[in-house]
């Protein structure tokens, strides 16, 4: 569910050029993401460490 959501994200965004209008999504998005990484367990692999560690995978 999470990767999808980041897929349609990352269309929504792609297909906007007005910044107030990418704002929203995204910010909607990094909650999501903070969320699930403070019920993920201490020591798991989480979007964010994962993308930390892989920074080419946001290009």
């Given at each position: 569910?999470?990767?999808?959501?980041?897929?349609?994200?990352?269309?929504?965004?792609?297909a906007?050029?007005?910044?107030?209008r990418?704002?929203?999504?995204?910010?909607?998005?990094?909650?999501?993401?903070?969320?699930?990484?403070?019920?993920?367990?201490?020591?798991?692999?989480?979007?964010?460490?994962?993308?930390?560690?892989?920074?080419?995978?946001?290009?």
């Amino acid at each position: 569910m999470l990767l999808s959501r980041l897929a349609h994200v990352s269309q929504e965004v792609a297909a906007t050029s007005a910044r107030s209008r990418k704002t929203a999504p995204l910010a909607e998005l990094f909650r999501v993401v903070r969320y699930r990484e403070d019920k993920t367990p201490a020591g798991a692999d989480t979007v964010g460490t994962l993308l930390a560690a892989h920074p080419e995978v946001t290009r």
